[in-house]
T-cell receptor, first 114, second 116 residues
Framework: KAGVTQTPRYLIKTRGQQVTLSCSPI?????VSWYQQTPGQGLQFLFE???????NKGNFPGRFSGRQFSNSRSEMNVSTLELGDSALYLC?????????????FGPGTRLLVL | KNQVEQSPQSLIILEGKNCTLQ??????????LRWYKQDTGRGPVSLTI?????NTKSNGRYTATLDADTKQSSLHITASQLSDSASYIC???????????????FGKGTHLIIQP
């Protein structure tokens, strides 16, 4: 079974631009979560989607948004990029949103904002 | 506030040696605790998951322990190999109803380097 895939793997943007990241979950997984990982803060939860609905949201500004499609693929959008948005963005999929399920992470998208 | 503290932040050991990584948490109510391994440039991969009633779980050369009374967990790596060089992240899940990914609290990880 193919794992979680994320595209693109690397991205360089400048301040003020916007960016869209994509995540394809493991086949059959309906829950997709997004995380931001930085050396200083570790992994921080952005949001979680299940069956095209946002189920949970972390403490990030409204510039961070996402959506999930009927095939469970998910996209994350960051508008008006800031230097502090430079990070590794990870997506994880699981069968459901119980919190008890093992999450399977993708390789991440490394975003650099100049 | 739910917190997960890991120690040490970084560790360097020689190949073949054993090591132990620590995780202390203040997550309540507790549901389960996971250890993940994250290789450089890759996403985390689950090593073990432990619930309240389990105090030891092994996965090959990795053995995790859990003391729910003191809210501490450790990950012991036996006979380390170069491929063990990675970050090890402790993740604790809160057991409140409807809990999803927002109920997960992540530690900042221990960066382990195995030297030949």
């Amino acid at each position: 079974k193919a794992g979680v895939t994320q595209t693109p793997r690397y991205l360089i943007k400048t301040r003020g631009q916007q960016v869209t990241l994509s995540c394809s979950p493991i086949s059959g997984h309906r829950s997709v979560s997004w995380y931001q990982q930085t050396p200083g803060q570790g992994l921080q939860f952005l949001f979680e989607y299940f069956s095209e609905t946002q189920r949970n949201k972390g403490n990030f500004p409204g510039r961070f948004s996402g959506r999930q499609f009927s095939n469970s693929r998910s996209e994350m959008n960051v508008s008006t990029l800031e230097l502090g948005d430079s990070a590794l963005y990870l997506c994880a999929s699981s069968l459901r949103t119980s919190g008890q399920e093992t999450q399977y992470f993708g390789p991440g998208t490394r975003l650099l904002v100049l | 506030k739910n917190q997960v503290e890991q120690s040490p932040q970084s560790l360097i050991i020689l190949e073949g040696k054993n090591c132990t990584l620590q995780c202390n948490y203040t997550v309540s109510p507790f549901s389960n605790l996971r250890w993940y391994k994250q290789d450089t440039g890759r996403g985390p991969v689950s090593l073990t998951i432990m619930t309240f009633s389990e105090n030891t779980k092994s996965n090959g050369r990795y053995t995790a322990t859990l003391d729910a009374d003191t809210k501490q967990s450790s990950l012991h790596i036996t006979a380390s190999q170069l491929s063990d060089s990675a970050s090890y992240i402790c993740v604790v899940s809160a057991g409140y109803s409807g809990g999803g990914a927002d109920g997960l609290t992540f530690g900042k990880g221990t960066h382990l380097i195995i030297q030949p």
